[in-house]
């Protein structure tokens, strides 16, 4: 039973426009969301992250939108650059210090030139 | 900022063979260091969670005596797949994590059995 969910698998957006990258989780009890980038042959780098006491938080390029109501959160990056591309996973845990991370299953954004 | 190391990135050994990976924290003590797998296009199952000085805690489904985790400081945890045979080929990684902050993640281990 996938509690954390991206539904989608790959995402291309263009250079300079924006890209969304959205994720769902049926848990809850999950207060705590974070974003990680991916590329082949190397760790999960992370990204952003929101506790679930905010609704937004930006850092740069990125900010991640929460929406507790719906279960639902995203990622918005812009602009989008050609490094951007890589995989992008959703983890959620129940609160913020030492508790294991629930992942999605990773969006592969590809950022065209 | 923060760096993890695992080690080794690449595996390839005959089945039967035991393996040793290391996950080390290199600019910070970490309380809690995590082993995850992950199968291709899957996403990251966590399998163990690894406390120093204490026994890990495991997932359900995941054999402790297959995959024997020691954190033996707080910089160095270890996972051991003990005979491995080839469904245990796999991607894991580690994590480490210390305070409030977010887990910070080794480049993963690529673990290939014949």
């Known amino acids: 039973d996938q509690q954390v969910k991206q539904n989608s698998p790959s995402l291309s957006v263009q250079e300079g426009r924006i890209s969304i990258l959205n994720c769902d989780y049926t848990n809850s009890m999950f207060d705590y969301f974070l974003w990680y980038k991916k590329y082949p042959a190397e760790g999960p780098t992370f990204l952003i992250s929101?506790?679930?006491?905010?609704d937004k938080n930006e850092d740069g390029r990125f900010t991640v939108f929460l929406n507790k109501s719906a279960k639902h959160l995203s990622l918005h990056i812009v602009p989008s650059q050609p490094g951007d591309s890589a995989v992008y996973f959703c983890?959620?845990?129940?609160?913020?210090?030492?508790?294991?991370?629930?992942f999605g299953k990773g969006t592969r954004l590809s950022v065209i030139a | 900022g923060a760096v993890v190391s695992q080690h080794p990135s690449w595996v390839i050994c005959k089945s039967g063979t035991s393996v040793k990976i290391e996950c080390r924290s290199l600019?910070?003590?970490?309380?809690?260091m995590f082993w995850y797998r992950q199968f291709p296009k899957k996403s990251l199952m966590l399998m163990a969670t690894?406390?120093?000085?204490?026994?890990?805690?495991?997932e359900q489904g995941v054999e402790k005596d297959k995959f024997l985790i020691n954190h033996a400081s707080l910089t160095l945890s270890t996972l051991t797949v003990t005979s491995a045979h080839p469904e245990d080929s796999s991607f894991y990684i580690c994590?480490?994590?210390?305070?409030?902050?977010?887990?910070?993640f080794g480049d993963g281990t690529r673990l290939s059995i014949l």
């Open positions: 690894s406390n120093e000085g204490s026994k890990a805690t495991y």
């Open positions: 994590s480490a994590h210390a305070g409030v902050q977010p887990q910070h």
């Open positions: 983890a959620a845990s129940e609160g913020s210090g030492n508790t294991p991370l629930v």
């Open positions: 929101i506790s679930s006491i905010k």
């Open positions: 600019d910070f003590q970490a309380t809690t």
